[in-house]
């Protein structure tokens, strides 16, 4: 009878994180440990999320194109660089013990939201802040590469680090930084 009350935890929580990802980020705090009480190890727990990210993703992606939010001018350089990092990052993953996976994850968020907090105007540019090109802005590729390689390694708190790279490097305001973000 308990697995019949999965479903409706499942469920919710999967309507809940595709829309704070969409908006935001950090949806993946809600599924990954929704997952774990319900018996999954941390790292199945942390790949059966990603099915539900890539969804998200490219539903998210087409509506932001749809209302020509999405910057496409840039996208392939910021394409590649997270390719790249996330390529190694999940390299590192497949390699690395089960016991690091939570202290990371930990860690990435509290330290992105500390940023966020207590230096807000490093990550959200001001209006009418110009936007950067990646050829241009040769820390962004650090930014890019590392993000990439968290998404990677772990992908739950992505969605913080990859808005601090794109808005804190690229400068593209936080509606634009959500569209490529997905």
Known sequence: MENFLYWPLLVVTGIAAGIINTLAGGGSNLTIPALMVLGMPADLAN?????AIVL??????????R???LEVSDALRILALMVVGGLAGALVASYTPNLYLKPVMLATILGMTLLILVRPGTVIPAPGTPVKRVADTPNSWAGLLLAGFYGGFVQAGVGFVLIAALAGTLRYDLVRTNALKL
């Open 47 to 51: 790949g059966t999320n990603r099915v």
């Open 56 to 65: 998200q993703c490219i539903v998210g992606t087409h509506g932001f194109h």
């Open 67 to 69: 209302e020509k939010m």
